[in-house]
């Protein structure tokens, strides 16, 4: 069993930045690719990032590359995601989750994650 904790979302303006952390702790978390997702009100849920535990390979959703950038910090069991120049459309519940992909990937799709956090409020004004 994998426990994800997310924090760091809250109100910010456009055009500034918020750090998203995402705590991972439980059996073999390293093991796993952790990506992040979020969703917007009345909208489904979507990829964003993800990454192998150990920093080596990233995935990005492609109309996010450039703005947000996914990392780790191994000694303290959490993933990073840095978002910039903030957008109103940024506004969504940011999910991290924990799995693995077929052959050594990194996807983005949902159905790879087996371990979800409880997620965190990101709320961009205009």
């Known amino acids: 069993q994998v426990q994800l904790v997310e924090s760091g979302g809250r109100l910010q303006q456009a055009g500034g930045s918020l750090r998203l952390s995402c705590a991972a702790s439980?059996?073999?978390?390293?093991?796993?690719?952790i990506a992040w997702f979020r969703q917007a009100p009345e909208k489904e849920r979507e990829f964003v990032a993800a990454i192998s535990w150990n920093g080596g390979d990233t995935n990005y959703a492609d109309s996010l590359k450039g703005r947000f950038t996914i990392s780790t910090d191994n000694a303290k069991n959490t993933v990073y995601l840095q978002m910039g120049s903030l957008k109103p459309e940024d506004t969504a519940v940011y999910y991290c989750a924990a799995g693995s992909s077929p052959f050594g990937t990194i996807r983005g799709r949902q159905g790879d994650y087996a371990y979800w956090g409880q997620g965190t409020q990101v709320t961009v004004s205009s």
């Open positions: 439980g059996r073999a978390f390293s093991s796993y690719n």
